[in-house]
């Protein structure tokens, strides 16, 4: 499965900001999908996640509440939509994909896309 995440960018803290993760290469549908994060001297952190069915998600404390993870499967595409971001969520974002069993167990990730949040 190859990925390419797209959507990052400077927002201002209090912005909204979604990211795209298209796939291809495989049949995207039997994957969970997820998004990640590294920010500036940290390591990286799972922000969210959601199974191939879109049945259950699982979001990092951190940002539930504020971000939504969702998937079609018609269009091979994950988004993480991003509301109410703070400076800490300043980061290079990554997607990723994975056959389980675990929802945050992933194979294969793609390139990130960085977003700044300013304060």
């Known amino acids: 499965v190859q990925l390419q995440a797209s959507g990052g960018g400077l927002v201002q803290a209090g912005g909204s900001r979604r990211l795209s993760c298209a796939a291809s290469?495989?049949?995207?549908?039997?994957?969970?999908m997820g998004w990640f994060r590294q920010g500036p001297g940290k390591e990286r952190e799972i922000v969210a996640a959601?199974?191939?069915?879109?049945?259950?998600?699982y979001y990092a404390r951190s940002v539930k509440g504020r971000f939504t993870i969702s998937r079609d499967n018609a269009k091979n595409t994950v988004y993480l939509q991003m509301d109410s971001l703070k400076p800490d969520d300043t980061a290079v974002y990554y997607c990723?994909?994975?056959?389980?069993?675990?929802?945050?167990?992933?194979?294969?990730w793609g390139k990130g896309t960085l977003v700044t949040v300013s304060s």
């Open positions: 990723a994909a994975g056959r389980g069993p675990a929802i945050y167990a992933m194979d294969y």
């Open positions: 290469g495989r049949i995207f549908s039997p994957y969970n």
């Open positions: 959601i199974t191939a069915s879109a049945g259950k998600t």
